[in-house]
Nanobody, 125 residues
Framework: QVQLVESGGGLVQPGGSLRLSCAAS????????MGWYHQAPGKEIELVAT???????TIADSAKGRFTISWGSAKNMVFLQMNSLKTEDTAVYYC???????????????????WGQGTEVTVSP
């Protein structure tokens, strides 16, 4: 199992910046991807950004040019740097991790998704 703990949310004015952090613990050696999703009030959860263990990043169109995702040095933390924040970025941001584990030589891989509890980001004048 992998546990995820987010931090860094808060209240910021439009045009401001926030940096979200997500710390993973447990069987971190099984992590293949980490990232961030968000859910705005009354809306479905949406991708914000993900990054693979090799460093390939996927950024939502709404976040391109403003948000950057990166690994920490030990690959058990992922950061989301959010600049030029807009009111429409207001949401609960959830950390996400995908793990892949092959329990035996002839076994199929076990792929699982893990989620943090979420951290609130409010962008308001």
């Amino acid at each position: 199992q992998v546990q995820l703990v987010e931090s860094g949310g808060g209240l910021v004015q439009p045009g401001g910046s926030l940096r979200l952090s997500c710390a993973a613990s447990g069987r971190i050696f099984t992590i293949t991807d980490m990232g961030w999703y968000h859910q705005a009030p009354g809306k479905e959860i949406e991708l914000v950004a993900t990054i693979t263990s090799s460093g390939f990043a996927t950024i939502a169109d709404s976040a391109k040019g403003r948000f950057t995702i990166s690994w920490g040095s030990a690959k058990n933390m992922v950061f989301l740097q959010m600049n030029s924040l807009k009111t429409e970025d207001t949401a609960v941001y959830y950390c996400y991790a995908k793990t892949r584990f092959v329990p035996c030589v002839e076994c199929d891989a076990i792929v699982r998704e893990h989620w943090g509890q979420g951290t609130e980001v409010t962008v308001s004048p």
